[in-house]
């Protein structure tokens, strides 16, 4: 964990290998528009609290708040990150903590009304991802919403190619050749396999397969709607 917590800062330092942004993420817009079509403002007002695993520079949070009066709370491993997150977010009702979402989560039963895990916790490993699965159906309040945000294995040559040549020790995953950290990649079976026991599975958004002249080219990921039962 110190690995990835000195990656992580490292990166927000330098961007050497993602571009990291300041504006809300497209997935997430989209599930808000397809939330208010759906609920109104019944999940998204200013007595609703959002939780965001893995939130960065805060951006997500600042956007729900900006947009939806939403209070916020979110944890990430790099104080980097988190202080980018703190000086962004000034007199907005979100609070950050730098922390692992490894560890318990010190928050009251049932009191989040939307979880954001985006492009998280594909960096743990499968009893850490059954831990924080555990932690976020406890925190959750009866009917709140999970948005869910990962690598999709499915018709993605990248991915064959990392399992093929880079395995990790557990099926699904494999240690990134450039960055050095572990990832598991998702197919649509595991995923309802792991989330659908405790979770109403409302959609399912893949991108695209990114082949260019056949050959493999940006990375697939799957954004789903969840609601807890």
């Not at 208010?36 to 960065?56: Q, S, V």
């Not at 049932?110 to 492009?119: A, G, N, P, Q, Y």
Request: aromatic letters at 12%; hydrophobic letters at 35%.
């Amino acid at each position: 964990m110190d690995k990835h917590r000195a990656f992580w800062n490292k990166e927000y330092q330098t961007s050497e290998h993602l571009a990291l942004s300041s504006s809300p993420a497209e997935d997430l817009e989209k599930f808000c528009r397809w939330m208010e079509r759906a609920y109104k403002r019944e999940y998204f007002n200013p007595r609703a609290k959002a939780l965001d695993l893995g939130t960065g520079n805060g951006r997500n949070l600042i956007y729900l708040a900006e947009n939806f009066g939403m209070q916020g709370i979110g944890y990430d491993i790099s104080e980097v990150a988190i202080q980018e997150a703190k000086r962004a977010s000034q007199d907005l009702p979100i609070t950050y903590e730098a922390r692992s979402i490894v560890d318990p989560l010190p928050i009251p039963d049932e009191s989040i009304t939307l979880v954001l895990d985006m492009m998280t916790s594909h960096f743990l490993k499968k009893a850490e991802r059954e831990a924080l699965r555990a932690e976020i159906i406890r925190v959750l309040r009866p009917g709140g919403f999970f948005f869910f945000k990962s690598f999709l294995a499915e018709e993605d040559l990248n991915v064959k190619r990392l399992l093929r040549e880079h395995p990790a020790d557990e099926e699904g995953a494999y240690i990134h050749p450039r960055m050095g950290v572990y990832e598991y990649v998702w197919t649509e079976d595991s995923l309802r396999e792991f989330f659908g026991a405790d979770f109403e599975i409302h959609k399912i958004h893949k991108s695209h397969k990114h082949l260019k002249r056949g050959r493999a080219g940006k990375r697939r990921t799957m954004s789903v709607y969840m609601q807890k039962f």
